[in-house]
């Protein structure tokens, strides 16, 4: 039986038996107990399935996984401890020193500095590309060694909407995957695998979690990229692992389960970025509600998004709700019952008129958070952005000036009042 996505939301992923508790247990456990070393021994060769080391795997961690690959109609998730450790890994898992990645310019301002600072020193180099631009300019972004294709349903902060479709078309015929940060859209919203993304990533710290309480990221499998068929691209999946008795991964576990199942052997065995089972069982709490929140979030963004628009002290406005949009057809095709909760938008003076009108909001705190049940700011330009010039800003689609506001789950009526008094300083 096949359940609709709000009912995946709260019953997806974990089915007690009888007797069993009613709630998701938090496995607090290092570690498991086995009577021969044999047992164990067939865990560590992956010929059996089962616990052994919370490093690795944790019952708790793993229902919470299955849900979300239920929601996002995945094969195969796995948890990871933020939702940088979930960009870092899904892109190392299949690229090592020489490999290139062509990616989105509009992105998180983690990922651009991992991408483009950190991962380059491992010898890993992406091109970005803006995700208006056209076809011919994506296709020449590819070259020999492009090992995968990455952009943002809705970019954080930018909130441009990404064409999946045309992505993957393009990752598709380069025969590498598009991966897809889905964070800010959840698959309430959209679900990339449906418009051609092969693998997606989630920092579970936004919306899924919801409330603030927990860091977290996840990753999901499509099950659908064919590695053998490109396996000269990914001989990490299509030649034997030494450190596992020579097994081939795409052999061994198919499409559906080589990705996930390669990248906890090797990655999380040697990076270690483990959820704990205490933040999966909270991150589970968000998601048992995700669906009703995600109404709120989006209602009370497109609220605030059309008072700002009307208002005369407001320069510009961006949210992919409003028919004026540049957005607005993609948001329509991608994002029908709307996207998330997060406006941006810039006060008439700039920098200076967006750090006084910051200041003397009320209800909206100043955080370097988005995307949770309490409606809270940021200034990027001062904030998670600081480390870039003017230049790269533009080139992330952000202005010095931008806002980004993200709606919680309060009466918008509150919202705009505060809104309201705070702009009668500037
Ligand atoms: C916050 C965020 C991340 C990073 O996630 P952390 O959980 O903070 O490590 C990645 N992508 C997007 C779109 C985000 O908003």
């Not at 991408?115 to 803006?130: D, E, L, P, S, Y």
């Not at 208006?132 to 060694?145: I, K, Y």
Request: hydrophobic share 40%; charged share 20%.
């Amino acid at each position: 039986m096949t359940y609709q996505r709000d009912t995946l939301c709260v019953q997806a992923g974990y089915t007690p038996g009888n007797g069993e508790p009613r709630q998701i247990p938090i496995i607090q456990s290092t570690t498991f107990k086995y009577a021969t070393s044999e047992e164990m021994g067939k865990l560590f060769d992956l010929e059996a399935s089962g616990y052994f080391y919370t490093r690795l795997q944790n019952p708790t961690n793993d229902y919470v996984a299955a849900k979300i690959a239920a929601l996002e109609g995945g094969t195969a998730a796995m948890l990871t401890s933020s939702g940088q450790a979930a960009s870092f890994f899904s892109i190392f898992n299949i690229c090592s020193q020489g490999d290139h990645v062509v990616a989105s310019s509009d992105l998180y301002g983690g990922t651009y500095n991992l991408f483009a600072v950190t991962m380059k020193r491992m010898g890993i180099h992406f091109t970005f590309v803006n995700p208006h631009c056209s076809d011919d300019e994506l296709n020449a972004a590819f070259t020999p060694q492009t090992k995968a294709v990455f952009g943002e349903t809705i970019a954080n902060p930018a909130l441009v909407v990404l064409d999946i479709e045309r992505f993957a078309k393009a990752a598709h015929a380069h025969g590498v995957p598009l991966i897809i940060d889905n964070t800010f859209a959840t698959p309430v919203n959209c679900r990339p695998i449906e418009w051609g993304a092969d693998i997606n990533i989630h920092s579970t710290t936004k919306y899924m979690d919801g409330h603030g309480a927990g860091v977290g990221g996840c990753i999901v499998d499509s099950g659908k990229f064919d590695w053998m068929q490109h396996a000269d691209k990914f001989p990490g999946l299509c030649t034997p692992d030494d450190s596992y008795h020579g097994i081939i991964y795409a052999e061994k576990f198919g499409k559906e389960g080589a990705f996930i199942t390669k990248c906890i052997a090797q990655l999380m065995r040697d990076f270690g970025s483990i959820q704990s089972p205490q933040n999966a069982f909270l991150l589970n709490l968000g998601l048992e509600s995700l669906h009703v929140r995600m109404k709120r979030h989006c209602e009370n963004g497109q609220t605030i998004a059309e008072y700002l628009r009307d208002h005369e002290k407001i320069a510009w406005v961006k949210f992919s709700g409003l028919p004026q949009d540049q957005d607005y057809a993609l948001a329509q095709k991608y994002l029908p019952n709307g996207g998330c909760g997060v406006v941006s938008f810039g006060v008439k003076g700039g920098r200076k008129a967006a750090e006084t009108f910051m200041k003397n909001l009320k209800l909206a705190a100043i955080e370097t958070h988005v995307a949770d049940a309490r409606t809270c700011c940021l200034h990027p330009a001062n904030a998670t952005h600081r480390q870039m010039n003017d230049e790269e800003l533009a080139a992330a689609g952000i202005t010095p000036d931008l806002i980004r506001f993200s709606c919680g789950l309060e009466d918008a009526r509150d919202l705009i009042a505060d809104i309201e008094q705070a702009l009668q300083f500037v």
